[in-house]
């Protein structure tokens, strides 16, 4: 049974989680081997596909979106196919043998009700975890119940942060005790080394609401950035994960070594 590992983040716009996730999923697959799935949350639209449909021409991904991810687990569903080989055969694939991506695109006059929502929620948290050694959740910001649900039935959540005090200071003032009781980490990605609001004030400020929690920080690299921005991000993955830790990448492929060894001793 694989890891469920949600990516949140309070304020929208501000935590970079599609980004994160993605970067976490490719180093899992790349380094270590593991079978992974990056998913939207149905009824959500997060874009995920961008960050990898770089060797995919401009005339053919409608025609690739509407075959793969959730629209084609939507389908499959009403079939009542739904065993884990269906499942991988729903993914959009990626140049990284091992990492899935179920982006949620939809088209004009397609509709997702609330059984459908409800079904593919179930099958996320369920068949999906069967298929998959790591099912990575893009919840994106805010809260709902489906959200919710998510995060309840989560084996970790990854609370995305800015480098900014006074989102801290709204996340324990309006989320804190919502989120007692599970499993969480704290990241701020594009992190900025110099800056007043180091990790070490995050912590030592935040020491008791964090009670022990990790909080890591992804340093903003450029590379990774221009990957995001041209759909690459699994073919830098591909070309850099396995370089030289000293190189230009090398602090930000530790950052995300140290999340990942977080998520890989979730129990």
């Given at each position: 049974m694989g890891k469920l590992i949600s990516f949140w983040s309070p304020e929208s716009g501000k935590g970079r989680v599609t980004s994160c996730a993605a970067a976490i999923g490719c180093y899992l697959s790349v380094i270590f081997g593991a079978d992974v799935s990056l998913t939207e949350v149905?009824?959500?639209r997060r874009k995920t596909e961008e960050l990898f449909d770089a060797h995919i021409t401009v005339n053919l991904r409608n025609n690739v979106y509407r075959k793969s991810g959730l629209n084609a687990l939507r389908l499959m569903f009403r079939q009542?196919?739904?065993?884990?080989?269906?499942?991988?055969?729903?993914a959009m694939k990626t140049v990284i043998d091992g990492f899935d991506v179920f982006p949620n695109v939809m088209h004009p006059g397609e509709v997702t009700d609330s059984g459908d929502m409800c079904a593919l929620s179930s099958i996320i948290t369920g068949d999906m975890k069967n298929a998959y050694d790591y099912v990575l959740i893009d919840l994106g910001a805010g809260t709902d119940s489906i959200t919710e649900g998510f995060m309840d039935k989560s084996d970790l959540v990854v609370v995305m942060l800015p480098q900014n005090m006074r989102s801290w200071k709204n996340y324990f003032h309006e989320f804190g005790d919502k989120m007692n009781g599970k499993n969480v980490m704290f990241v701020v990605n594009g992190f900025v080394k110099g800056a007043s609001n180091s990790l070490k004030r995050f912590d030592f400020i935040f020491r008791k609401r964090l009670s022990?929690?990790?909080?890591?920080g992804i340093p903003f690299n450029v590379c990774f950035m221009d990957a995001v921005a041209c759909g690459e991000v699994a073919d830098f993955f591909s070309c850099n994960a396995r370089k030289d830790r000293d190189d230009v990448n090398g602090e930000f492929f530790r950052?995300?070594?140290a999340i990942v060894r977080e998520i890989r001793c979730v129990a």
């Open positions: 149905p009824g959500g009542e196919r739904t065993d884990a080989e269906k499942i991988k055969e729903c022990g929690k990790k909080v890591i950052s995300i070594m």
